[in-house]
C-alpha cells in the first residue's frame, strides 16, 4: 500500500532524521524507506517521461540514500526535507549544446518548474550542467540536463572526489583542482566547436589525480 505524505509530514520527518541517531532510529527509517519507495516510483515514472520526450537522449535516474540525506539535513539546519530538490531526480545527457538549451525549453514548457539553475556557462568548481526544480506530482524533484562531454567532465570529478570529498567544493590538492578546471573549460570549448572532450586530455588529468593519491 502507498502511503501519501505531504509537505508538513516530510518536514516533521525530516526534523526527526536530523535530530536522530546513528544516523536515525528505527522508527525514523522504516518511515523514510517508506517515502524512499514513493520517490522511487514517482522518479520511474518521470524517467519513462522523458524517454519518450528526448528518445535520443541517454537517461537516468536515482534516489538519495538515507545516510546522505541525514549528512545533508544536518549540515543545513536551515533545510526543510520537503525543499530538499536533489532526493530523487532524473539526469539527460545529449550531444550538444542546442540539444540541452532545446531540452531545458520542453521541460519548462511542459512541467511546473519552480527553479532554473543554469551552470553551463558559469560552472561551480568546473561543474556545468542546467538544474531544473520541478512539481512532479506534488513532489519536488530534480532533473539534470548535461552535455556528454559535461558529463566526462563530471565522471573524472568523481573519481577525484572519491579520495577527497571537499574537491567537489573547489578544496582538496590545488594541482587536481587546477587540472579539472582547465577539463572543464576545455569541455566547454568543445562542445561550442560541436567535438568531443579529447582521451588524451581526460587520461592526463585522471594520471594527475590517480598519481596524487597513489602513496
Not at 511546473?112 to 531544473?132: C, I, T, W
Amino acid at each position: 500500500m502507498t502511503m501519501q505524505f505531504n509537505d508538513a509530514e516530510i518536514d516533521a520527518l525530516g526534523e526527526r532524521l536530523r535530530q536522530g541517531a546513528a544516523p536515525a532510529n528505527h522508527a525514523e527509517r522504516a518511515m523514510y524507506r517508506i517515502y524512499q519507495r514513493n520517490l522511487t516510483s514517482l522518479r520511474q515514472s518521470l524517467e519513462r517521461e522523458l524517454q519518450d520526450l528526448a528518445p535520443d537522449a541517454e537517461i537516468g535516474s536515482r534516489t538519495k540514500r538515507l545516510e546522505t540525506v541525514v549528512a545533508k539535513l544536518q549540515r543545513r539546519p536551515d533545510l526543510a526535507l520537503s525543499q530538499v530538490t536533489d532526493l530523487a531526480g532524473c539526469r539527460i545527457i545529449v550531444s550538444s549544446n542546442a540539444e540541452q538549451r532545446a531540452i531545458v525549453s520542453q521541460l519548462l514548457a511542459i512541467y511546473y518548474v519552480q527553479q532554473v539553475d543554469d551552470k553551463s556557462e558559469h560552472p561551480k568548481f568546473g561543474y556545468r550542467a542546467v538544474h531544473l526544480d520541478i512539481r512532479y506530482r506534488g513532489q519536488l524533484m530534480e532533473v539534470q540536463v548535461q552535455t556528454h562531454n559535461q558529463h566526462l567532465w563530471q565522471t573524472v570529478s568523481e573519481l577525484a572526489a572519491g579520495y577527497d570529498i571537499s574537491i567537489k567544493y573547489g578544496g582538496g590538492n590545488p594541482e587536481i583542482s587546477r587540472s579539472l578546471q582547465e577539463l572543464s573549460e576545455l569541455a566547454w570549448r568543445c562542445d561550442l566547436e560541436g567535438t568531443n572532450l579529447p582521451d588524451d586530455d581526460i587520461d592526463r588529468v585522471r594520471d594527475v589525480i590517480l598519481s596524487a593519491y597513489s602513496g
